[in-house]
């Protein structure tokens, strides 16, 4: 069954920009058209949206972050991928990639998550 | 943005105990509501969608309803393992948008 990895730096300065990506195996990424979602969740909070992606190219992103995310798919490598820019401490959060089930209703497969800390 | 709100935000039951958690949205989502529960350190997994459909392999003591702007989460027997964070989320449009989260505590 498909799985999501995400990897990437686990510790970014502040003003610098944050990237991550995400792996999908046991499957194509191209396959389904799929909006491909990224999740975050401060430690001890709640889980906050960032945006999505299919792999035509067609995003959509949460407004309250849409001025620094840009949001990328490679289906020749079956991954996507998160760049946020001018990150502060804020930015610190747990990571996730998530796919949603055929109706592009609910998520149910996630990444594991990745932590990412915004530190100098 | 459509803005999600749970409560209670935290509860403490015993086992085999009727839960229930409410969501509400602030504005009209059909049936574009659903329910994942988050262990520390794991990512959320999916309990139900679309309101009140049960979402493969979750068991049955998990139960959805509700339509338009409120909605619930009734666990009917509460079970060692359910010991939890509960989150609604809106798929309505987007953003995409969570509830703030119900932890469920041993009593």
């Known amino acids: 069954q498909v799985q999501l990895q995400e990897s990437g730096p686990g510790l970014v300065k502040p003003s610098q920009t944050l990237s991550l990506t995400c792996t999908v195996s046991g499957g194509s990424i191209s396959s389904g058209g799929y909006y491909w979602s990224w999740i975050r969740q401060p430690a001890g909070k709640g889980l906050e949206w960032i945006g999505r992606i299919d792999t035509r190219g067609n995003t959509n992103y949460n407004p309250s972050l849409k001025s620094r995310v840009t949001i990328s798919v490679d289906t020749s490598k079956n991954q996507l991928s998160l760049n946020l820019t001018s990150v502060a401490a804020a930015d610190t959060a747990v990571y996730y990639c998530?796919?949603?089930?055929?109706?592009?209703?609910?998520?149910?497969?996630w990444g594991q998550g990745t932590m990412v800390t915004v530190s100098s | 943005d459509i803005q999600m709100t749970q409560s209670p935000s935290s509860l403490f039951a015993s086992v085999g105990d009727r839960v229930t958690i409410t969501c509400r949205a602030s504005?009209?989502?059909?049936?574009?509501l659903h329910w994942y529960q988050q262990k520390p350190g794991k990512a959320p997994n999916l309990l139900i969608h679309?309101?009140?459909s049960l979402h493969s392999g979750v068991p049955s003591r998990f139960s959805g309803s509700g339509s338009g702007t409120e909605f619930t989460l009734t666990i009917s027997s509460l079970q060692p393992e359910d010991f939890a964070t509960y989150y609604c989320?809106?798929?309505?449009?987007?953003?995409?948008?969570f509830g703030q989260g119900t932890k469920v505590q041993i009593k």
């Open positions: 504005q009209t989502i059909s049936d574009f």
């Open positions: 989320q809106q798929s309505y449009t987007t953003p995409r948008t």
């Open positions: 679309s309101s009140s």
């Open positions: 998530a796919r949603p089930t055929p109706s592009e209703r609910a998520f149910d497969i």
